[in-house]
């Protein structure tokens, strides 16, 4: 079309070209008061710059373009067309493989940290640096490996190999109310029963405490740790006859049941499988329902706890 239309105007007279010039130009104007500034594409920059080099200067006057303009329309064409390619200010990316292996390492060992986690991916022929390692892990929300290393108290209990004890409270249809003292294996969760009682006293927790050694002594040989609260039931003594066995006595903070929280675990699932479902009339009921094989099959099933044992009875009641 721009082809034809320029063998049109190569054949026209003088004239009538000088006239059509003048009505062009006008419209120009007219347009340029209406519509502002135009937008030019590449093709209309490229057209007036090649018209631009035949025409004198003084034949420039009223372009939509300055000189200056041209002259920078040419050097990005320029660039564009030639030279060396440009690149993207800053670091090159990092790649996926390398950014998702940072993180599997991170989370599959905690203890590493971002030095660690860059060694290790620069012996597996990754090219990265330390910090891209630790920005990758920063925005991924993985916390640094001493904060992710943080011991909780079943995982201090767990590797402890620690026996756990505390006091049940029930309370039966009379409204009187019994304790259970009850000892767990944290590495086997076996519960075993100490004795039901209705004042708990020190000597008679002592006692019990003797007891548990003289009947399930061997099931304890692997143990390294007592977990108790701070009772005033669990004295010096009671603590001695744990010593006895090489085992340390870990007092929980005060008001803190959390940290003992496999006994607590095993309170709620007493309360919730056998309690709730019960009426305890009294002790001897209490003691024949808690070392029933239904009751203890249940709490199996539903908590991971071992059934309990046996009933350790301290040789003297109050």
């Not at 660039?79 to 998702?100: I, K, L």
């Not at 003292?181 to 000597?203: C, K, M, Q, W, Y």
């Not at 029933?292 to 009933?311: I, N, Q, V, Y």
């Amino acid at each position: 079309m721009r082809a034809r239309t320029a063998i049109t105007l190569a054949t026209r007279s003088g004239r009538a070209k000088d006239l059509e010039i003048i009505v062009l130009r006008h419209q120009v104007a007219v347009l340029r008061r209406q519509l502002g500034r135009p937008e030019l594409t590449e093709r209309d920059r490229g057209l007036m710059g090649a018209i631009a080099t035949a025409l004198p200067r003084p034949r420039r006057q009223g372009w939509l373009v300055t000189p200056d303009t041209l002259l920078r329309w040419h050097r990005r064409r320029i660039a564009r067309h030639g030279g060396h390619p440009r690149r993207r200010p800053g670091r090159p990316s990092t790649a996926a493989q390398a950014r998702s292996l940072a993180m599997r390492m991170a989370r599959e060992n905690p203890t590493w940290g971002y030095r660690r986690t860059h060694g290790e991916l620069s012996r597996l022929g990754h090219t990265i640096e330390a910090s891209t390692v630790w920005k990758i892990l920063n925005d991924a929300g993985i916390d640094p490996a001493p904060t992710r290393t943080s011991t909780t108290w079943p995982q201090l209990l767990r590797s402890q190999a620690a026996v756990a004890c505390d006091f049940a409270t029930v309370d039966t249809v009379l409204l009187r109310r019994v304790y259970v003292l009850f000892f767990i294996d944290t590495a086997s969760r076996e519960v075993i029963l100490g004795g039901i009682t209705a004042n708990p006293t020190a000597a008679w927790t002592t006692q019990a405490a003797r007891n548990l050694f003289l009947t399930h002594g061997d099931r304890l040989a692997s143990a390294k740790a007592l977990v108790r609260d701070r009772g005033s039931q669990f004295t010096t003594s009671f603590d001695a006859v744990f010593r006895s066995a090489g085992m340390k006595v870990l007092a929980t903070p005060v008001r803190t049941p959390v940290a003992n929280s496999f006994a607590e675990r095993w309170i709620q699932s007493l309360r919730r499988e056998l309690l709730d479902r019960t009426l305890v009339w009294n002790q001897r009921h209490l003691r024949r329902t808690a070392s029933s094989t239904s009751t203890k099959t249940r709490h199996e099933a539903t908590t991971g706890f071992l059934a309990p044992t046996g009933l350790c009875r301290p040789s003297t009641e109050p």
